[in-house]
Structures are given as C-alpha cells and as structure tokens.
C-alpha cells in the first residue's frame, strides 16, 4: 500500500480536551434489501451501549447511497424511541430545500420526544437536482441557507415569525410543540475558508470531513472558524465536529475487507455527486478510487488497528477538533459494523479513564 506523509504536529492550536467518539450514520445503501432500518437502529443501540455521545443522521435524496434518511427527523424519532442517552443529530438538514417552520416543527418534536437530545446540522445542499424539492433556484442556495437558519434560530426560542405563503396570505406563528432543549446548531463546511469564518462569526458549530482537506488544510480552516468567533465577540472556542471513516483490522483478511469497502464508498461518493451517474465507469475509475481510499487510510481516518487509533484521536485534539463521528456503515453488515464500534467504545473508555 502506497504510504502518504502526514505531520506529526499539523497545527498550533491546543485542545482543551480529547474529541468526543460518535457515530455516522451515511455510507448505507437501500439496493433493495429488507431491514434497513432495524439493523441501522440496532448499530445505533449498540453505540449507545459502548458509551459513545452522540449519532449523526444524513438528509439525502433520490439515490440509492445514503438514500435510506431522505428525513433525518423521522429517522431521528426512530432513534429516540430505541435509546436513552445518545444524543440525536442531523447531519445535515439541508435547508434550503424547506420551510425552515416545517424543519424546526419536525425536530422540536424529537426534541420533546428525546428529552432535550436534539442537536441540528444544517447545509447549503450541493446537488442540483435536489432542488426539485425547493421553491427558490440552487444558485440561491447560500442566502437561502442564511434566511432559514435565523428563522430556525428565532422559532427556537420562541419567537413568533409572520410569513407569506404562495397565495399571498400572511399568518404569524409560534413552534408547537415546544423544543426542550437549547438550540445546538452546526454548520457543514467543506473546503471553503469563508464557510467557516461564516459559522464561527455567527455562533455556530462546524460539522466537516476529510474527503476533500488533509490535517494542514483542516488546521487552517479551524483557525479560520475561531477567528469568525473572535470578531463576533464570541472568543476562541466552538465545536468543531469532524466525520471519519472507521473500520477495524485485526489481520491482512479484515484490512483487505476493509479497503475494499472504503474503495466502493468513495465510488458511490464521486457517482452520487455527479450529474450523470451512469457514465461512470467503475473499472475505468478503479484507479482514482483505489488511491482515494489510501489517502484515506494513511492518516486520515480510524480505518486500521485499533493501536493506530489513539494516535490519529490526539492529532485532530491538538487541531481542536471537538468531537469525530465515525462513519461504519459503508463496511459489510455484521460483525465489521460491531467489532468496529466496539473498538469505538474502548477507545473513547481509554480517554475518559486516562482523564480521571
């Protein structure tokens, strides 16, 4: 396996303390098969069990990889029903394919129904196609998202909006049912630096990944985020969620399953996102994937031994990511899903008992 360097010291900022373990919940397909959802809710059980903090839900539309949470509020009161203490988490609702009243009346209510365990990830939503679902066009899709999260923000808290429907008509209204908790709020962030001075200035947590920035990048753009939060008076600080890949190897068997799985992830990731997904050829694309999910493996995820995993945690502490939310399900279901979320569990045991 081709190795990539990657610094042993990416970043100057100092964590306050070690990231929080959860789990993601994407990589899943629906090609048709039963049980979909009991068995995502049973890995979902199982990370509540081994002690991990929160799970983050997908929104995801006409198509088959990740096309099992076109909701994640449904999904979201799903887990609310078949769990006690795991906090539930879009990621991301994408506002601007919604009312931003029917967004924050779905999750109030998993709000109510949890007990106060709602947190929301928003995003500016990235396929054009999706904006079949929106009432304004996908170049608008940036103010959109702006619009909507005050909206969302002022809902919460109580206020009332006056609105306009289509048909010229102007109501006021109020959230019902009432939300428990506070609203905790994230923003997805990619590659660019102003989305996450955005979020940061405006008060918000950043939920990003690894795909598209290595640690250097990512440690820039988390800099970027705290100095958003400087210059809205906010200070140093946030959270800074990040999505990684998860996979457990305990010998050349599980490594090869696990590559292999990583390697048809990243091709259901670049044919999703593309405007014609059957014109790509997967053995003419095998390549791009291949040193895709290396690039991947090489430091910038939790896809290996469990005794590489403790290091690769404290280089995204010293970064001053918050929290990593593990990505599991694009392995094979079955004991790679559990074995892998176990070994989540004892790694998130390892810090808390080295932190007592």
Not at 25 to 47: C, K, S
Not at 108 to 121: E, K, L
Not at 148 to 156: A, K, T, V
Not at 237 to 246: M, N, R, Y
Request: hydrophobic share 40%; glycine share 10%; proline share 5%.
């Amino acid at each position: 396996m081709a190795s990539r360097p990657v610094s042993s010291h990416p970043a100057t900022a100092t964590p306050v303390s070690e990231p929080a373990v959860s789990l993601s919940l994407f990589g899943f397909t629906t090609d048709g098969q039963d049980g979909v959802y009991g068995r995502l809710l049973d890995l979902v059980e199982l990370a509540e069990a081994e002690g991990l903090e929160n799970v983050w839900l997908p929104e995801r539309h006409f198509d088959d990889f990740g096309g099992f949470s076109p909701n994640p509020a449904v999904l979201g009161a799903m887990v609310a029903m078949r769990t006690t203490r795991l906090g539930i988490r879009a990621g991301s609702s994408v506002l601007p394919l919604h009312s931003a009243v029917s967004v924050a009346e779905d999750w109030a209510m998993v709000d109510a129904a949890s007990g106060g365990r709602v947190g929301i990830g928003v995003a500016f939503g990235w396929m054009q196609r999706d904006f079949v679902l929106s009432d304004a066009p996908h170049a608008e899709r940036r103010e959109l998202l702006r619009t909507r999260i005050g909206q969302l923000e002022r809902l919460w808290s109580g206020e009332a909006l006056e609105l306009e429907g289509h048909s010229g008509e102007k109501a006021t209204v109020r959230l019902h049912p009432r939300p428990v908790s506070e609203l905790r709020l994230w923003q997805a962030c990619l590659g660019n630096p102003d989305s996450y001075y955005e979020s940061g200035r405006g008060g918000r947590g950043v939920l990003t990944n690894l795909i598209m920035q290595d640690l250097d990048q990512l440690a820039a753009n988390i800099e970027r985020y705290q100095q958003g939060r400087v210059d809205g008076g906010l200070g140093r600080g946030g959270e800074i969620t990040v999505l990684v890949h998860a996979a457990l190897s305990d010998g050349q068997a599980s490594e090869e399953r696990n590559m292999e799985a990583l390697e048809r992830y990243m091709l259901s990731t670049f044919s999703s996102s593309s405007e014609d997904p059957a014109s790509i050829d997967p053995e003419v694309w095998k390549p791009r994937m291949v040193a895709a999910a290396e690039r991947l493996r090489d430091g910038l995820s939790l896809v290996g031994p469990e005794s590489e995993w403790p290091a690769f945690r404290e280089k995204l502490a010293r970064l001053g990511v918050t929290e990593i939310t593990c990505l599991v399900d694009f392995l094979p279901h079955g004991e790679a899903w559990t074995d892998t979320v176990r070994a989540l569990g004892r790694l998130r045991t390892r810090s808390a008992e080295s932190h007592a």
